[in-house]
């Protein structure tokens, strides 16, 4: 395995501030190239796509509070940018939208994926408060989705096939 290291470069002073950063991460407990949590990985993935589907949604209002309001509690130094931000992706994204370009919405979730990350990594504690606040703002409950319970009778010889999403069934 290749290690680089920095070197001090006195004639190039943001070369000293990345050695003064690159020595504080390898004296921390941080890991570069380091294994994440699959769970933590998983559950940004989910709030990023449901960050950015629900811009383009009548519920945008409430999210960006929501996640403002996470920011605040969480980092509070940030969540002015945050909330900036927040703003001008749902700028972005309604303008992807409205172009149906998917490989820009594909790299707006990848942004949010890696911010909510990075949050989650500097603050553990808060993943039950992610997986609340994605309980509350989910796609199906902004958009008043209907909840939908199944029944079914059978008697005989009869099968019965009942699914919430795409069956596929392959008898011989």
């Known amino acids: 395995m290749l290690t680089l290291r920095p070197s001090r470069n006195p004639t190039w002073p943001p070369m000293a501030r990345f ?3 690159w020595e504080e991460i390898q ?3 941080h890991s570069i190239g380091g294994t994440v949590d699959p769970e933590l990985t998983s559950l940004a993935q989910t709030a990023g796509t449901t960050l950015v ?3 383009t949604t009548e519920a945008w209002q409430h999210t ?3 996640f403002t309001r996470l920011w605040q509690r969480l980092q509070p130094d940030r969540a002015r940018i945050i909330s900036g931000e927040l703003e001008a992706s749902r700028e972005e994204v309604l303008r992807a939208h409205s172009a149906d370009d998917q490989e820009m ?3 707006l979730r990848q942004q949010w994926e890696g911010c909510l990350r990075r949050l989650l990594l500097a603050h553990p504690e808060a ?3 992610l997986r609340g606040l994605l309980d509350e703002i989910s796609p199906d409950t902004a958009a ?3 909840r939908i319970t199944q029944r079914a009778t059978a008697s005989g010889r009869a099968r019965i096939y009942q699914a919430g999403r795409d069956m596929h069934i392959n008898e011989r």
Request: without cysteine; aromatic residues 0%; glycine residues 4%.
């Open 105 to 107: 919405l594909s790299e």
């Open 64 to 66: 960006r509070e929501r």
């Open 127 to 129: 993943v039950e408060e």
């Open 144 to 146: 008043g989705a209907a």
């Open 19 to 21: 050695v003064d950063l």
């Open 53 to 55: 589907t629900l811009m």
């Open 27 to 29: 004296s921390s407990n």
